[in-house]
């Protein structure tokens, strides 16, 4: 499956951006889709994911309340609504998949990464 991640830019402090990641090849309708960012000089982080197939998600204590992960079935992509930004969550965002139907916040069981977008929080 490949991985097209889109939405990222500019946002003020407390504003939202909207992340997609769509999939071509294949449906997603049996991966777990989850997004992590990395930002400048530190390492790799999770921050979301979805069992597609269960529609259950995880969320980093960090956007835990202020961010969504939601899938649409129709469009066969995962959307990231990520509102009260934070100067912090400033950072390249990927998405990524995997076959295997459980959460993981580890990015290395993941088969799958798209590019990145970035993502800029003024404050």
């Known amino acids: 499956v490949q991985l097209q991640a889109y939405g990222g830019g500019l946002a003020q402090a407390g504003g939202f951006l909207r992340l997609s990641c769509a999939a071509s090849?294949?449906?997603?309708?049996?991966?777990?889709v989850g997004w992590f960012r990395q930002a400048p000089g530190k390492e790799r982080e999770f921050v979301a994911d979805?069992?597609?197939?269960?529609?259950?998600?995880l969320y980093a204590d960090s956007v835990k309340g202020r961010f969504t992960i939601s899938r649409d079935n129709a469009k066969n992509t995962v959307v990231l609504q990520m509102n009260s930004l934070k100067p912090e969550d400033t950072a390249v965002y990927y998405c990524a998949a995997d076959r295997a139907r459980r959460h993981s916040v580890v990015g290395f069981t993941y088969a799958y990464w798209g590019q990145g977008t970035q993502v800029t929080v003024s404050s």
């Open positions: 979805i069992i597609w197939s269960a529609d259950s998600t």
């Open positions: 090849g294949r449906p997603f309708s049996s991966y777990t």
